[in-house]
């Protein structure tokens, strides 16, 4: 009963926490270094341009001279065209477009939530670049970059140098495309060519979010999705720069010539990951297609072999092709230097195939990414009993998966460090499509496993709060307590209320600490129990006050207590009455003590050894005929004279041995007729005397207590 009450009173506040996903920090201008370690804290491939890394474009072409007219069948293909036209690689008009596209549809006189204006002036605001003092003013963003406010693209015209109506499509894409090389509005410089280095579509589309827009809900996933949706069309043959463009990345066509490997960049290990678990999951049967099918069902099936992965690598994004047989794991870069003549050494390069020989048929795989002296290593494994999907990693479950670590680590290349590294060309626009498409899965991934991680903090904040909660309210506000393990079974679970079960529990407690040595937590002891035939509940129906003494014996400390506490139905005592002198646990005496004599000490008595009784006599609730009560008419001082006289001639003649709870008022009466000012009531202690007590107040507060005609003063 008492443990199902403390469930009843837990409250369970659980609030609903709204998600909000704001924008990343607007990167600063750093060097090589600091950009490829901000890129990769930020999940997005970093390509060095070094001599050695033919999979990245070249540098755009400045912007100068006229774009000539707008040619697509939208507003966005047209700036799409433009961006072309004007020297950007595709991926990189493709990224612009896909966050033009979030911005505002394509519209030029979109005004933010509005709908269509001509006039920026109207998008309200004030816009001072020009001076610090004087802020950007709160007004409407506008135009097909939602320049904020509005007439702030009044300014980049004027800055850019652009001539014509500023409504106008081409106007506001020269604006666009003169902020990329110079001054973004984030106060960024030159983002065109950050998003140029990226080397990828999705990338590039992330950079802009960030740095050019700093978009407080960059609704990122919008801007890379439309961005691959722009890289499926086709440059308009009319923009001059679009075979310029091809030209630029400067890529194999699969023959065997250009093409090239990265010393440094490639995968990052949430991307690497997910180019294994692409590469298990076989979709549309690609994997299955370049190993070819026999490789493809060796050992575990599925492509879970070693050289079922080398081999797809190398069919799949390198020039190297129709290799046939190569041997075990330890066999596959022989074969390559020997038989296709490809340049082989000693360090590892992002595309490079390894093996090395040891165990029964060596290993073999592709290194996917390099930062520093870390890899990231493409694994397939016989010793690996999964295969499919998976998850990346080695106990992931798939086909294939990635081990991270240091280059000179065995761990690393699953065993022992490679022999030999083979270097065969990439073909960059397999290559580049295998980026684009796993940056897009990728970021996706981490939206949902962003907002999957707030879900689960926020639920274990509600899990925290909720139990903080529930362990407060199963304290005792009182302080310590001790439970009565059976007192359910007695009061067939009256009384039913907190407070009265807080009180008992806290008195039982108390005198406990009285007669222990050392700490006493909470609920400690679990044998107290009512002694058999102890218990006594009396009504007061008139009233509905019910009154309750029993004993309590505890065996594993050889102690035993008195009871005492009184309770309503109605709860309609009043608190000093009920809860504070009508609840007692006192010290017996020692021939109701089945354990022997311990020395008990309560919060009466305060001593060892033989105590000097005490009376309680219950003053508050107590009115008389007209309603006053008992205790406001009453001093500190007149209640301890009246207990102090009932108390010694009580205990004369009945030899009270302990605390004596059990006393009534009744008749209270105040007289203040003619000539008389009188307050008077009767005391009965235990049933057995009666008291009678008048208060003289026109006679210094004069107090005449009587007993059967005998008076006690």
Known sequence: MERKLAFQRVAVIISIISLLFGSSPVFAELNTDQLRATFEDNNILFSNNSEDTNCSPNAAQSASGAAGELVGEDNLKKAFNYFISKGAPKFVAAAIVGNLYQESKGNPILRQNKG????????????????????????????????????????????????????SLEVQLAIVWWQLQNLAPTSRKNVLAEMVASGNAAAAAVIMVKKFFGAGIPQTIVRVAYTMKAMSWEPDPSSAAAAASGAATNCSDGSGGGGGTISEGGLNEEQAKKFMMNYGENK????RKAMGDYLWNTCNGGGSNCVSFSVFFLEKFTSTKNLGTTGNGEHVVKHLRNARKLPTGKTPKVGAVFSWSGGRYGHTGVVLG?????????????GNSGKGRGDGTQRGGGSGFILTGKVNDPKTWLGHLPDEFAYQKLICQQWRAMLEQIQVEVAVMLHYNKKLIFIILGFIGVVIITTVAYILLLR????????????????????TDAKTLETIRHALYTTIRNNYTGDLPNNSIKDILIRDGSFKQTHDQAKDIHTVNFI?????????????YTWSQKTNLDDDAQYQYGTTVSCLPT?????????????????????????????????????????????????????????????????????ATQTTIKNITRDTSTGKNTLSFTITVEDKLAYNITIDYDNNRRITITQDGRSLN
Not at 284 to 287: A, V
Not at 552 to 564: A, F, G, H, N, P
Not at 628 to 651: F, V
């Open 591 to 659: 021939d109701q003590l089945i354990y022997g004599y311990f020395g008990c000490n309560d919060d009466f008595s305060r001593m060892r050894g033989l105590r000097s009784p005490h009376l309680v006599v219950n003053w508050s609730g107590q009115k008389d005929q007209y309603g006053n009560s008992l205790s406001d008419q009453l001093t500190g001082n007149d209640t301890d004279y009246i207990e102090k006289l009932i108390m010694s001639d009580y205990s004369y003649d009945h030899r009270l041995s302990r605390i």
């Open 476 to 495: 005792n506000p009182l302080g310590g307590e001790m439970h009565i393990e059976n007192l359910s079974t007695y009061t067939n679970g009256k009384p």
């Open 284 to 287: 549309n049967n690609e994997s």
């Open 370 to 382: 390099i930062q520093g002296d870390n890899v990231i290593v493409g694994h397939a494994s016989c």
């Open 552 to 564: 309590v014996d505890i065996k594993s400390l050889q102690q035993s207590y008195l009871v005492e």
């Open 116 to 167: 269509s204006e001509p006039n920026p002036l109207k998008a309200g605001g004030k816009y001072h670049p020009w001076n610090p003092s004087k802020p950007a003013g709160m007004g409407d963003a506008w135009g097909i970059a939602q320049w904020d406010p509005g007439v702030a693209v009044l300014y980049w015209q004027q800055q850019a140098g652009v001539q014509g109506d500023v409504t």
